[in-house]
């Protein structure tokens, strides 16, 4: 008989552990980068073999963004899932069923329409409160870094003062609310709740302190889902608005005035003035078409997502209206 020590195999386990997870870094990688060299590939050759047809570009740009949505849609379910506990299938149509508020002018309705929905059918606030802040939170990275190579490039005055403004303001306020909740909320919440119960005492310390112990476990389990999942989530944040820049370096031919010969460039003027840039008579072809093919590629799945969704909210609650 041989005997082995406990110190042998927890050193066979750490050993395996280690290897487990090289091999999911490995693949982790090379995903990464066949997915950019595929969105590099799409951004100089696509305009090329698309130049000679108007309506096959369109067709092609429409796809393209579809498939972008399709990606924000799983990042929602990835985010929402844990937090929420709520249905994969659900959360992706509630994404395109709540997709075209998000260009309706002045401002961007998709986060609140978005917001109130899963608070609704969830009814945890804190935890709602987190998934839409870690949502915008991967955007207002490689919009930040959109933004950099803007500036490293001198292509920042090409962009619309009005564009940058609404860009800038974006990503700092978005920056700054995940910052605190993620990096700051669960500690601070914490020495909080233990300040209030140690120096406080009343009817209403009960209620506050239920309201920091909320606002804690979703700023806690935020923290915990990005630490696990954030790489994964920087991956199809990266996919997306690679598939964003395809899409809009497919319509860069089609462009008049030349800083709108630049994708980057392109792509944040559509992002942020989308509604204004499909329907105005006095913009850049390029930039209105590309915002007509993101605003169509979103109408024609909208009505089926909105069925699809309303469908499996009501099924249940008039199951258990039966029931009773």
């Known amino acids: 008989m041989i005997f082995v020590s406990d110190n042998w195999i927890r050193k066979v386990s750490l050993f395996q552990n280690g290897v487990r997870i090289g091999l999911f870094r490995g693949r982790f990688l090379l995903t990464a ?57 659900t959360i992706f149509l509630l994404h395109f069923a709540t997709a075209p508020f998000a260009i309706i002018p002045p401002f961007k309705l998709g986060e609140i329409v978005r917001f109130y929905t899963l608070w609704t059918i969830s009814r945890k606030l804190s935890e709602t409160i987190v998934t ?46 995940a910052g605190v909740c993620f990096l700051i909320g669960p500690r601070a919440l914490s020495s909080l709740q233990r300040y209030v119960m140690i120096h406080h005492s009343g009817r209403n310390v009960l209620v506050s302190l ?19 999942q ?63 093919s993101s605003i169509l590629a979103i109408f024609i799945v909208w009505p089926p997502s909105v069925y699809g969704y309303l469908t499996r909210i009501i099924t249940p609650s008039s199951r258990s209206q039966r029931l009773k």
């Open 210 to 228: 239920r309201l920091i112990d909320v606002l804690r476990k979703g700023t806690t389990s935020g923290e915990g889902l990005l630490r696990q």
């Open 230 to 292: 954030g790489p994964l989530l920087m991956m199809i944040t990266v996919l997306i608005w690679g598939l964003e820049l395809v899409a809009a370096a497919l319509f860069t031919p089609l462009a008049i005035f030349p800083e709108f010969h630049n994708a980057g460039v392109l792509l944040i003027n559509r992002t942020v003035q989308e509604w204004h840039a499909a329907f105005s008579s006095f913009i850049d072809p390029a930039l209105a078409t590309s915002a007509a």
């Open 33 to 89: 980068l066949a997915t950019l060299c595929v969105l590099a590939a799409g951004w100089y050759i696509g305009p090329k073999l698309l130049r000679p047809s108007l309506s096959i570009t369109i067709i092609v740009t429409m796809l393209v963004y579809f498939l972008a949505h399709c990606f924000r849609a799983m990042r929602l379910c990835i985010i929402s899932g844990p937090l929420l506990k709520m249905p994969a299938r």
């Open 132 to 177: 839409v802040l870690l949502d915008r939170l991967f955007d207002a990275i490689i919009l930040s870094l959109l933004l950099a190579w803007l500036v490293i490039n001198d292509h920042i005055d090409s962009v619309m003062d009005e564009s940058t403004r609404t860009v800038q303001w974006m990503i700092l306020a978005v920056t700054i609310s």
